[in-house]
T-cell receptor, first 114, second 113 residues
Framework: AQTVTQSQPEMSVQEAETVTLSCTYDTSESDYYLFWYKQPPSRQMILVIRQEAYKQQNATENRFSVNFQKAAKSFSLKISDSQLGDAAMYFCARGDTGANNLFFGTGTRLTVIP | NAGVTQTPKFQVLKTGQSMTLQCAQDMNHEYMSWYRQDPGMGLRLIHYSVGAGITDQGEVPNGYNVSRSTTEDFPLRLLSAAPSQTSVYFC????????????FGQGTRLTVV
């Protein structure tokens, strides 16, 4: 099965601290893309960060960075200097170049404690 | 730019009723798709379109129809609503299939009673 697994249903972090959200996936493809989406209470899905599988360098976007381990099929998201506005549901997703689908994990709800 | 606009935001249907969820984008994206989000299951693809006049089924297409007569619009039709279709529905669009950002609408919360 071509699945995306997020093993942490809920996580919490103190404001200004760092938190890492885990994601593993299964695919037989060699060329694919990985994404982290944020869904705040407004329901809007917002792209946080994207990683191309053929790139060895880990993607970064300001306070957000990933640890992409292709051999281990792992794609974790690190949020540094956590802010209250980071509180949301976070979804990991994979898209295969030859397909038309994004496969989503079940999400991790992040709480930021003031 | 409005981005991706979905209407309505909330809807309650009775079992057996039909309705259309509207989706429009103003970014001239070729690729559009519909997902449903259920608790504990993430988002699952219902139908997608790679351009006007071209649609195909996704992971969970049963009970839904789509058409794409223009680049901008991609409506989702529920033919005969069932309680199992109670969900949050998202429309998304992107410039190409997968290697660019997908822009999502704000979702429609549908309840079938």
């Amino acid at each position: 099965a071509q699945t995306v697994t997020q093993s942490q249903p809920e996580m919490s972090v103190q404001e200004a601290e760092t938190v890492t959200l885990s994601c593993t996936y299964d695919t037989s493809e060699s060329d694919y893309y990985l994404f982290w989406y944020k869904q705040p209470p407004s329901r809007q899905m917002i792209l946080v960060i994207r990683q191309e599988a053929y790139k060895q360098q880990n993607a970064t976007e300001n306070r957000f960075s990933v640890n992409f381990q292709k051999a281990a099929k792992s794609f974790s998201l690190k949020i540094s200097d956590s802010q209250l506005g980071d509180a949301a549901m976070y979804f990991c997703a994979r898209g295969d170049t030859g397909a038309n689908n994004l496969f989503f994990g079940t999400g991790t709800r992040l709480t930021v404690i003031p | 730019n409005a981005g991706v606009t979905q209407t309505p935001k909330f809807q309650v249907l009775k079992t057996g009723q039909s309705m259309t969820l509207q989706c429009a984008q103003d970014m001239n994206h070729e690729y559009m798709s519909w997902y449903r989000q259920d608790p504990g299951m993430g988002l699952r693809l219902i139908h997608y379109s790679v351009g006007a006049g071209i649609t195909d089924q996704g992971e969970v297409p049963n009970g839904y129809n789509v058409s794409r007569s223009t680049t901008e619009d991609f409506p989702l039709r529920l033919l005969s609503a069932a309680p199992s279709q109670t969900s949050v529905y998202f429309c998304a669009s992107s410039y190409s299939r997968l290697n660019t950002e997908a822009f999502f609408g704000q979702g429609t919360r549908l309840t079938v009673v």
